[in-house]
């Protein structure tokens, strides 16, 4: 969706937007005015999902391309992170409780990529595509008041899964 822009409202200071072009822009007084912390890699593709933690709101992740990258200190420094399968990331998910745990999501058709997690801060990364449809995942949301509660918008429908489950629920 590249004729969208992707935008994050800071889920831990009011007025602290983030916006997604070829790099990940900032504005803290509500979007009057924006700037760029630092560069999101070399490319001039545009960032396709960004996620702000809301245990830590310095951890931030941006996907662009293929490649997904994170910083530590509010945008200034943007690091790759490896370990994950090739593709374009469609969205992009942060632990309530943790600042280490994240969640990605893919949009295309290579059967059991569709849900990623790490625990570490994208050090690792566990496949929990298993019982998803080979349909794209576009989004992914989690709720803070569950297990790691997580909700997928595909392009069949919502999916339901938490900690405790095995099995993704329509």
Do not use: H, R
């Not at 803290?28 to 245990?55: E, L």
């Not at 290579?110 to 298993?130: E, H, I, R």
């Amino acid at each position: 969706n590249t004729w969208v822009t992707e935008w994050k409202e800071d889920p831990v200071t009011a007025n602290t937007l983030y916006a997604g072009f070829a790099n990940v822009w900032k504005s803290t007084n509500g979007g009057t005015s924006w700037t760029k912390p630092g560069t999101v890699g070399t490319s001039t593709v545009n960032i396709q999902a960004i996620g702000i933690s809301p245990a830590n709101n310095q951890v931030i992740w941006a996907a662009k391309g293929g490649t997904l990258y994170k910083t530590t200190n509010s945008g200034i420094a943007w690091t790759a992170v490896t370990g994950l399968p090739p593709g374009n990331i469609s969205g992009i998910a942060c632990s309530p409780t943790g600042a280490n745990k994240a969640w990605v999501t893919y949009p295309g058709f290579s059967n059991n990529y569709k849900v990623f997690q790490a625990t570490n801060q994208g050090t690792s990364w566990t496949n929990l595509s298993g019982s998803i449809p080979n349909i794209p995942v576009t989004c992914i949301t989690v709720d803070k008041n569950g297990n790691d509660a997580l909700y997928i918008g595909t392009d069949g429908g919502v999916f339901f899964k938490d900690a405790s489950m095995a099995v993704w629920q329509p």
